[in-house]
Each structure stands twice: as C-alpha cells, then as structure tokens.
C-alpha cells in the first residue's frame, strides 16, 4: 500500500504561483511513477503531469508545458508541481497519483491522494 497526502492547493490570483506538495508513504518502491491530475467542477478529471523517481523522466499536459514544472525529491519520498502563470482555467482539485509504468492515461494508476483545492481568481 502507498498513502499520498496532498497539500499546498489555496487561492491565488491571475498570474500568481503555487507549488503542490505531495508526500508517499508505504510501499513507495513498487510505485515509483507519479502524476499530477486535476478535475474541475462538471469536468472530468484530467492529466496534469507525470515523472517517473527512478529514471527522471517527465512529461505534461500541452496547457501544462510552459507553466508548471513537476520535481521529485526522493529522499522526502515527495513529488511537487510548481504552477506559474496561473489562470482562472486553473482553478480546480489537484491529485496526485502513482503506479508502476509511465503512462498518462487516468485509467491505471494504483493510489490517489485525497486532492488539495486550487482556487484562481479574476
């Protein structure tokens, strides 16, 4: 088992910055791939950003690209999205999630966290 534990979700305004925190715990070798997803209200949810702790690699939703920035420090067993440039679109619960192989697809990944609120005000 893995337990993930979100945090850092607030409200910010147009333009601002947030960094989302997300700390594993448990079985986290058997895991070691972590995304980012997000679901706005009457949306589905959606992917945000993935990396893997082993290999370093990376990769993130088009919208994602310019403006946030996934990091892992390995030694806290934690996984951070740095999100610039943040806009109302934003606004939204942010997840994060782990599995075994990389893949972007939503389906798939074995543990979620609870979600932490993002909130971006106009």
């Known amino acids: 088992q893995v337990q993930l534990v979100e945090s850092g979700g607030e409200l910010v305004q147009t333009g601002g910055s947030l960094r989302l925190s997300c700390a594993a715990s448990?079985?986290?070798?058997?895991?070691?791939?972590m995304g980012w997803f997000r679901q706005a209200p009457g949306k589905e949810r959606e992917f945000v950003a993935i990396?893997?702790?082993?290999?370093?690699?990376?990769d993130y939703a088009e919208y994602a690209k310019d403006r946030f920035t996934i990091s892992t420090e390995n030694e806290k067993n934690t996984v951070y999205l740095q999100m610039n440039t943040l806009k109302p679109s934003d606004t939204a619960v942010y997840y994060c999630?782990?599995?075994?192989?990389?893949?972007?697809?939503?389906?798939?990944?074995?543990?979620w966290g609870q979600g932490t609120q993002v909130t971006v005000s106009s």
């Open positions: 448990g079985r986290t070798f058997n895991s070691p791939v």
């Open positions: 990396i893997s702790r082993r290999s370093g690699n990376t």
């Open positions: 999630a782990a599995r075994r192989t990389f893949s972007t697809n939503p389906l798939g990944w074995d543990y």
